[in-house]
C-alpha cells in the first residue's frame, strides 16, 4: 500500500475510515441502555456497518454508475449516524467522544472524495 496503488477496496482510504468508524460507534454504544439494544444502538451499529460495506460492494460493481450509486449510499448512512448520535446524546445515552466526532468528518471528506475523483475519471 506504500506505493499508493489500490489492489482491493482495503486499499481505500474510505472504507479504512469506515472500519475506524465503525470500531468507534461500537465502543460508544457499548455504555448504552440494555433497553436501546435493539433500538438507537442496533441501528447506529448498522448505519456504521453499512458504510464500509457499501463502499466494497461499489468497488466490486462492473459499471461506473453502478460502483458511483453504491458509493453515494455510504454518504446516506453517515448522515443517518450523525442524527442517531445527536439522538443518542439527547438523552445522556452517549457522548461523543473526539475519535468518534472527527472519524464522522474525516469519513465524509474521504467518501465526497472518492466519489468526485470517480466521476472526474469516467468523464475523461
Not at 44 to 62: C, F, K, Q, T, W
Amino acid at each position: 500500500m506504500s506505493s499508493g496503488r489500490i489492489n482491493t477496496y482495503r486499499d481505500l482510504i474510505a472504507c479504512q475510515r469506515g472500519m475506524s468508524l465503525v470500531l468507534a460507534v461500537y465502543r460508544a454504544t457499548d455504555a448504552t441502555p440494555d433497553s436501546e439494544t435493539f433500538g438507537l444502538r442496533s441501528r447506529m451499529r448498522r448505519s456504521a456497518v453499512s458504510l464500509p460495506s457499501n463502499i466494497a460492494e461499489g468497488y466490486g460493481r462492473e459499471s461506473t454508475q453502478d460502483s458511483l450509486r453504491f458509493l453515494c449510499l455510504p454518504r446516506g448512512s453517515l448522515y443517518e449516524l450523525r442524527t442517531q448520535v445527536e439522538i443518542a446524546q439527547s438523552p445522556g445515552y452517549l457522548t461523543l467522544r473526539p475519535d468518534l466526532d472527527s472519524l464522522l468528518g474525516e469519513t465524509d471528506r474521504v467518501s465526497q472524495g472518492l466519489i468526485r475523483g470517480i466521476e472526474r475519471s469516467d468523464r475523461q
